[in-house]
């Protein structure tokens, strides 16, 4: 990863200590410093208001407040300081249920344990990369479920035009800028 990353801060949530010490362990070598942890949603939202991330990786089942419900507290709660910070889902549930199920509650990316930090690390790659436009609808907020434009998609679930697409987040989007320009600095 050409960017400098020792500035953005990353929530990990996982019941499973020794998943919470590996990925906070592949983290840190790929250059993250500020890496905050907790055991379940419900910690993991008060780590949210306390330090508001740039980044949560999340499991999916924990006690009490797994990581959907979790992902929609970030998402909906009006305590939440950034809902449109990235959430990317890992989980050793890989049908596609659980799939587009994170998808609907507002899940950025999606990745299966087990995994290795290739993979961790093509996913937040993949976040910084291409950022994903978010939706602002009745049933839904969220990062853009669709990975390609259909321009000629005429049927009754259509979206308008960008205007009432949503909004981006400005914070991730100057966040995003500086690694890009640290990167430009460093090669």
């Not at 906070?24 to 780590?47: C, H, M, Q, R």
Request: include cysteine; glycine fraction near 4%; proline fraction near 6%.
């Amino acid at each position: 990863m050409p960017y400098s990353l020792d500035r953005v801060k990353i929530l990990i949530v996982d019941d499973m200590v020794p998943m919470l010490s590996l990925v906070k362990s592949v983290l840190s070598i790929y250059g993250f410093k500020e890496i905050f942890t907790a055991n379940d949603g419900e910690e993991a939202f008060e780590l949210v208001c306390r330090h508001d991330p740039d980044l949560i990786i999340t499991d999916w089942v924990m006690e009490p407040m797994d990581g959907l419900e979790f992902t929609k507290k970030v998402r909906r709660s009006p305590l939440s300081p950034n809902p449109y910070v990235p959430i990317l889902m890992m989980t050793g549930f890989s049908s596609r249920i659980r799939v587009e199920s994170s998808r609907d509650t507002g899940i950025t990316e999606f990745l299966v344990k087990p995994f290795n930090s290739r993979d961790l690390c093509a996913r937040i790659v993949q976040i910084v990369e291409n950022p994903r436009q978010f939706v602002d609808a009745v049933e839904f907020f969220g990062p853009d479920r669709r990975r390609r434009d259909d321009r000629d998609y005429e049927g009754t679930r259509k979206r308008g035009d960008d205007a009432t697409r949503g909004k981006s987040d400005d914070k991730t989007t100057d966040i995003l800028k500086k690694l890009r320009e640290e990167a430009k600095t460093i090669s």
